[in-house]
């Protein structure tokens, strides 16, 4: 029985963390709060990861340590950094591959879907702090300190999963209610599963191929917000959805008052134009197909309708 080491408690931390448990690993998942699914082969601790020495000591003879952390947005540049060093260092003295949760900011604007070799061409801070990330785990992985790999999915669905479809559109559609966007409704989007990017994950953390890569999460074809909405329409009973494009000037100045929108403003990108995931090469080589989409959907609709635990 391995033990794994998760850093964050997310969505993607708690479904890796069941995801392993319920394989018959030992976890122990690290948040702030000590916070976290329970079950009785997940330890849960409360301490801060980006502590070097204290999350080398609670790395200690681990298999694997899964970076899940998403420090607040608007805290990346200065959050990340120290946490990401801790990281290192824990799976260097450890010797437990360090399997990271990334994202496709690093890509920038794409006009073709995008792989595995897709260039690196941040346009964001937010970008930037993540190819940074990825090259200094990469460096040390080429210096032969660590064993790193690194997992991207799109805007995820499922449990938990925050983005503007479940934030923005999701709450309206179910109330009956007119959903205002700031996207091209129209627009192609890869959709990722939380469940998925746990499995790959796992997959990635645990075979010796896929360290010193990148893999993209199994993510079904692309389909716009309108094509997504109506299918959560249908799923949940709910009226035809309503959907109107947000404006830019208004996305800019609901920026000037809230900091989270103000960081979406760089992202914006993702949702004006078409904005597709080729993950054909992790499908591949973990032999993960993508969960079907109305069973994403159904998760997520559970999720937001769910009274308090």
Known sequence: MSLHVIVGAGPVGSATATLLAERGDRVRLVTRRGSGPEHPAIERIAADASD????????????????????????????????????LRAAEHSGAVLATVGNLYG????????????????????????????????????????????????????????????????????AGRRAVVPADLDAPHTWTYVGDVARTLVAAAGNERAWG??????????????????????????????????????LWLGGVFDPTVRELREVAYQFNAPFVLDSSAATALFGIEPTPLDDALRETIAAATAGPA
């Open 107 to 174: 890509y920038g604007p794409v006009d073709a879907p995008m792989t595995e070799a897709t260039p690196l061409r941040p346009n964001s801070v937010k970008g930037g702090v993540r190819v940074r990330m990825w090259q200094d785990a990469l460096a040390a992985h080429r210096a032969g300190r660590i064993r790193a790999t690194e997992v991207r999915g799109s805007d995820y669905l499922g449990a938990g999963a925050q983005t503007t479809l479940t934030l923005l559109v999701l709450p309206k559609l179910l």
């Open 213 to 250: 890569g990148a893999w993209h999460v199994p993510s079904l074809p692309a389909e716009s917000i309108r094509q997504v909405a109506a299918r959560i329409a249908a799923l949940a009973q709910a009226p035809a959805p309503r959907l109107t494009r947000m404006p830019a000037p208004v």
């Open 52 to 87: 070097p020495d204290r999350l080398t000591r609670l790395a200690a003879g681990a298999t694997a340590l899964y970076n899940c952390a998403n420090p607040a947005y608007h805290r990346w540049p200065t959050d990340w950094p120290p946490l990401a060093h801790a990281l």
